[in-house]
Each structure stands twice: as structure tokens, then as C-alpha cells.
């Protein structure tokens, strides 16, 4: 980026991105601004499954020169953005908020990007819409450098009325050059910029990414500017204005964004006083305790009021097993009438798009326990890692009418006590422990007890509504699949070592994904099994990972109740694992998937050998891991265990320990 001049440089086309979710009728006034300003750039619009998917759809037969990209799901902003990007291929970003309304070509913006190869992003003056407030101004597209103090002076809603103080993330007067970043509801990202900084980052669902972006260009020596044409009319939080509790999430998640952004810094300390300093200031300022109490009415109609609220702890929201159960468990309760809070102690994550609209999401530090809660008994279920048991514990005890279960997911220890003796002597305190099955159970408390009083409750998952019928593969080898983090104790290595020794049959195998020890693990892979060992790194899920699989391999020595089991056996997969703990459970002792026991090279290579040559039992263990899953192992089951453990421990006593 020597010169700032691009007059030699043949100039970079533009696309116009635009992510949408509900309010068909503010992307329909966007689109009509695009057509009649920028008429002549491509134009991309994904939908992020929105309720009004059916009025989307007209929109989108009334405007055929858009390319139109309709997600089943709601992926969140950066997802989004970095999937039109990739699908583009080239050209400048033009991203364009649905509630953004043009009123004017853009041409100072689009001259200076045209004209100068130095500029990561460039943003217009935007003047608010309806809902307008006298302290904004057309430039306040444009922020200061973060900081605490100004994050919090954002949330708190006095960042205009100290615009003139090193207080406010806003400027005083319109900045050419932005030494912090500009809002996303019109920005026209440089392609070039774009390829040499990377997308998105993900960890933002919605809210911060293009903050965190413009974040890195700046430090990798590119810059931001401000142009004075007052082309763009942003209505702000448009597209959740007409629904409570929508507008609810973005608030929360706006929250979390704020937070992640000051970690992403090297500042985890100070996101967590910021999230505390936001919550405090909530329960104090007048016009945040009406909204909180509007929201409250607005849950209170959705909702069983004879139902206990029910919390969840998480500290990320991570892919994992016992994440993705809570969210499924989450999602399964509110449905049944109960109101749900997931509460993430270090940050939300991936699996945030997958949260149920109805459940609410909360972001704390895990030593400040304050819900916002209706009132009544409720009812915390809480993991067991050190976080989520000091904030259940402290919870529990500012508060009465509240019980709090331990639902203990941790593959046991055979050498010793799987937990340490500080943390088994608080959990001991709870109102009982949920073991994932009886075996479990009786392996995790082998060495140390735990609590006088325990509930089982196996996990669940979405069972399809029939087994997948075997595959038509006649005269193709045998696809095998391995799914997990990728670490030395879920033995990927042994397997290959196990399939090094039946080079003679027909097979290949996919080991799906990524860990701290995958290179290590790749690297052990022979020469010769180059060809039919695919190391596939992350898969996005289930249905990706276990496509076409004729069987699911899971050579692990330390599982609990390992999900991906249950995910094959839902889809009719046969399955072949490791007998660990609950694992001979989950496949009734053999009757529903092959039981390696013991676990080494020989043994796996044994049960492989009688898998990969009979497609017969393959058919017959499909069928019946899919009729056990389904009797057994499915979201409702799970919360019928639930439903009757929450009940028990609100109708009995408070468990003391003795």
C-alpha cells in the first residue's frame, strides 16, 4: 500500500449484500432505494429464515435480477456476509442493512474508494429514521477507538451527551479519517482488504463483526474514512422493532458482542467489569427497568406462569456435546411452557443460531449471579466446571424457592476422582447430581462420593422419522466415519492402526474434525493409507459428517455419553465403539451397535473385519440403533427426565448435605 493512488489500477467492481431477517416490507423499501440509486450492481440477498418466509418469497419473485440465497436456518450476520463474499468471488462489498434506505448514488464513497488503495472500508452520513433521538447526529456512524469506560457509556445511553468528552466512543464533529470503526448499515468494504484480512470472524453472531474487522485492517495498516453525503436513512433495529422478545435477543446479543469485542483485544478482565457495569446500570436506569418490565409481560403471555423458570449454564456455546444438549434441552422446555434462560459465563459461540427465539440468553461473569428472572421458583441446572458451579452456588443462595441440579457430563477417570475435592465438596451442596446413565454413574462415583441423592437422565437428540435405508453402494468400498475433537484420547490413530491391517478390504475412512492434537495424529497416518484416510478437519454437523455413512466409528477411551453415537444411531447408521462407560448403555450391550472390548489394535481390527464384510448385519445394527434411539434417546425423552427431576427436587425439602 505505498501509494494511495488507484488512477492506474483498473477499477474494482461492487456487490451489494444485503442480510435479511423478518420484515419483508423494510427489505422491500431497501431493494427499491438499491434499484433506483445503484441500479446496474449486482445485488445478493440472503434471508436468514425469516417467520415471513412466505412474503420473502414473493419479494423475491417480484425482483428476479437478485440473486437470492435462503438459509433453512438463522446463521447470523457474519456467517452470512462470509458466505455472499466466498459466493461472489470478486469486487468491493457493498454491505446494506434491510432496514437502510438509499437516497442518493453513493458517489463520494464509492470516488473514494475508487480513487485511493489505502482504505479498508468507507461509510456515508446516515441519519436516523422514526425512531430518532435529539442527541444523534448524521457522522455518528463513526466511533472512537473502544475502551471500557466508553462501551459502558455507550450501553448506558450517554454517549451523545458526552460526545465532547474523552467519555463518548462518538465524535464531537463529523471525522474524515476513523480511528475506531464505522457501523455496518451502509459500508463499502475494499476487496482487497477484505482477501488480505480474512472474513468475519464467526464468534459474532450478530452485532461486532465489523467493528472486530476494521479492528484488524487497522492494525495490518489500513484505513478508515467518513464521506459528507447524507445518502443513507438507517431506521435502526428495524427488523426486531414489532416484536418484544425478538427485539429482546438483540439486545442480548448486542451485549455479548460489546464484551467479546473488548476479549478479542487481550482484555477479558475488563469485558466482564463492562458486562457487570451493563447490568447494573440496567436494574438502576428508569427507562431500562420499563423495558425490562415490558419484557417480562411480553414472556409472562408465552409462558406457563405454574411452571418454575428453568436456568442453564454454559460457559461457551461452543460445539460440543454437552453444549448442544443444553440447547436442545433449552429449547424443548420452553416449548412445553417453562421459561428459559441460557446463561454463557465466558461468551456465547457457534451454536447460539441453534437457540430457540423463545429461550433467553444471558451473558455474565460467573461471580455475578443475577438473573433477570420472573418471580417464583426456579430451578438452575448447571455443569460442573468451576465456573458454573460458583455461579450456581452463589445463584442458589440469593434467592429463595431456588433448587439447583448438577448435570455431570465428564467422562469418569479410572486412575482416581474425577473431580477435585473443592469442587466435589461444593457440588455436594446442590440439590442432586444428574448421571447420564446408571452406569455412569456408578463409574463416576467409584473413587469419590459425590451426593447423597442422584437422577438419571440420558441425553437426546432429533431422531429422523424413519432409518435411513441402506445405501446403494454395490461395488464401492465401505465408507467409515470417525466425528470428534480431535485429541489423543479419542483414538483416531488406533483406528487407522486397526485399518492398517485390512488393506485388504474395501473401505475408506473420514476422520471428521479438529483439535490441539490433529497434526500430530495425521502425521501418524502409513504411507500406504494416504489414499483412503481423509482427514476432513471441522464439519459443520451431523448431517454433513454422517452423509453416506455406512458406519460410525468411535474408538474412544474416555467418553461419558458420547452424542455422536446417538446422532448415528438416530439416522438408522450402524454404529461399532469403544466400550466405555455409558457407550454399552447407549447400545444395549451389543443389541444395537458392535462393543469393542478391549480397546486395542486388535480388537477394533476384529470388529472391523466382521462390519466391513457383512452388509447384512450393518442393515440389521442400523435398524435396531435407530429403534433404540427412538424409544430411548430422543429430545423429548430427555426432558420428560427433566420435567419429573425439576419436579421432585421443587416438591421435596432443600437438599442439605450432611
Known amino acids: 500500500m505505498a501509494s494511495q ?24 423499501e431497501c431493494l427499491r432505494g438499491v434499484h433506483r440509486h445503484l441500479g ?31 438459509s433453512p436456518t438463522n446463521v447470523g450476520f457474519a456467517s452470512a456476509v462470509n458466505a455472499l463474499a466466498a459466493s461472489f468471488g470478486a469486487g468491493d462489498l457493498l454491505l446494506l442493512n434491510p432496514d437502510a434506505e438509499l437516497a442518493g448514488p453513493l458517489t463520494a464513497m464509492r470516488s473514494a474508494m475508487a480513487g485511493r488503495d489505502d482504505l479498508a472500508a468507507v461509510a456515508p452520513l446516515t441519519s436516523r429514521g422514526s425512531i430518532a433521538s435529539n442527541r444523534h447526529q448524521d457522522w455518528d456512524v463513526a466511533h472512537r477507538e473502544p475502551s471500557l469506560i466508553r462501551a459502558v457509556v455507550a450501553n448506558a445511553g450517554y454517549a451523545g451527551v458526552l460526545r465532547r468528552t474523552p467519555l463518548s466512543d462518538l465524535y464531537p464533529s463529523a471525522p474524515q479519517e476513523v480511528t475506531g470503526y464505522l457501523t455496518g448499515s451502509c459500508l463499502l468494504i475494499s476487496r482487497r482488504a477484505w482477501d488480505e484480512v480474512g472474513p468475519f470472524d464467526e464468534d459474532f453472531f450478530l452485532y461486532g463483526e465489523e467493528a472486530d474487522w476494521q479492528r484488524r485492517a487497522r492494525s495490518a495498516g489500513w484505513k478508515l474514512l467518513l464521506t459528507e453525503e447524507p445518502d443513507v436513512t438507517h431506521l435502526g433495529h ?5 416484536d418484544p422478545l425478538a427485539a429482546q ?13 473488548l476479549a478479542k483485544l487481550g482484555k477479558r478482565r475488563r469485558a466482564d467489569a463492562f458486562l457487570a457495569a451493563a447490568t447494573a446500570l440496567g436494574k438502576v436506569q428508569r427507562a431500562k427497568r420499563a423495558q425490562r418490565a415490558d419484557e417480562h409481560v411480553a414472556r409472562a403471555a408465552l409462558f406457563d406462569r405454574d411452571k418454575p423458570a428453568v436456568i442453564l449454564t454454559t460457559n461457551t456455546l461452543d460445539y460440543g456435546g454437552a453444549e448442544r ?13 417453562y421459561d428459559v434462560a441460557l446463561a454463557c459465563l465466558q461468551a456465547f459461540g457457534p451454536l447460539v443460531r441453534e437457540v430457540s427465539p423463545a429461550v433467553r440468553l444471558h451473558r455474565l461473569p460467573f461471580w455475578m449471579p443475577t438473573l433477570d428472572l420472573p418471580a417464583g421458583p426456579a430451578v438452575l441446572i448447571s455443569g460442573t466446571t468451576n465456573t458454573e458451579v460458583a455461579f450456581a452456588a452463589a445463584w442458589r443462595r440469593l434467592g429463595r424457592g431456588r433448587r439447583w441440579l448438577v448435570a ?11 473431580y477435585s475435592a473443592a469442587l466435589a465438596a461444593v457440588m455436594a451442596r446442590s440439590d442432586g447430581i444428574v448421571a447420564l446413565s446408571p452406569r455412569h454413574w456408578q463409574e463416576l462415583t467409584a473413587s469419590q462420593r459425590l451426593h447423597g441423592r442422584h437422577f438419571v437422565v440420558p441425553n437426546g437428540v432429533e431422531i429422523a422419522e424413519r432409518p435411513r435405508p441402506a445405501s446403494d453402494r454395490a461395488g464401492q468400498p465401505v465408507r467409515l466415519v470417525f466425528v470428534g475433537r480431535l485429541l489423543e484420547e479419542k483414538n483416531p490413530h488406533l483406528l487407522v492402526a486397526a485399518l492398517d491391517g485390512l488393506k485388504d478390504l474395501p473401505w475408506t475412512l473420514d476422520i471428521c474434525g479438529d483439535g490441539p492434537d490433529l497434526q500430530r495424529l495425521r502425521a501418524q497416518t502409513p504411507a500406504a493409507l494416504l489414499d483412503r484416510v481423509r482427514w476432513r478437519g471441522w464439519v459443520a454437523g451431523p448431517d454433513e459428517s454422517l452423509a453416506d455413512a455406512d458406519l460410525m466409528c468411535l474408538p474412544s477411551r474416555a467418553e461419558a455419553f458420547p452424542l455422536v453415537v446417538l446422532e448415528a444411531m438416530a439416522r438408522g447408521v450402524p454404529v461399532v465403539a469403544s466400550a466405555v462407560c455409558a457407550v454399552g448403555d447407549i447400545l444395549d450391550d451389543g443389541a444395537a ?36 434411539a427412538a424409544e430411548h434417546y430422543s429430545v423429548a425423552k430427555m426432558a420428560d427426565g427433566y420435567e419429573q427431576t425439576i419436579a421432585t427436587v421443587l416438591t421435596e425439602s432443600r437438599w442439605a448435605p450432611a
Do not use: C
Not at 469393542?596 to 486388535?602: G, Q, R
Open 5 to 28: 493512488q488507484r488512477s492506474a489500477m483498473a477499477v474494482t467492481p461492487i456487490g451489494v449484500y444485503i442480510v435479511s431477517y423478518r420484515r419483508p416490507d423494510l427489505l422491500a
Open 40 to 70: 446496474g450492481l449486482p445485488v445478493q440477498v440472503w434471508d436468514n429464515h425469516s417467520t415471513d418466509s412466505d412474503k420473502i418469497a414473493e419479494l423475491a419473485r417480484s425482483h428476479p435480477d437478485v440473486q437470492w440465497h435462503f
Open 238 to 242: 428495524g427488523s426486531v422493532a414489532d
Open 249 to 261: 435477543r438483540s439486545r442480548d446479543l448486542l451485549l455479548n458482542a460489546e464484551a467479546l469485542r
Open 325 to 337: 444438549q443444553r440447547v436442545l434441552l433449552a429449547g424443548e422446555l420452553a416449548d412445553r411452557g
Open 408 to 418: 455431570a457430563h465428564n467422562p469418569p477417570r479410572y486412575d482416581g476422582p474425577t
Open 593 to 628: 451397535g458392535l462393543l469393542v472390548d478391549p480397546i486395542s489394535i486388535e480388537g477394533w481390527r476384529a470388529a472391523l473385519r466382521t462390519a466391513i464384510t457383512d452388509p447384512r448385519l450393518r442393515s440389521e445394527l442400523g435398524r435396531a440403533g435407530w429403534q433404540r
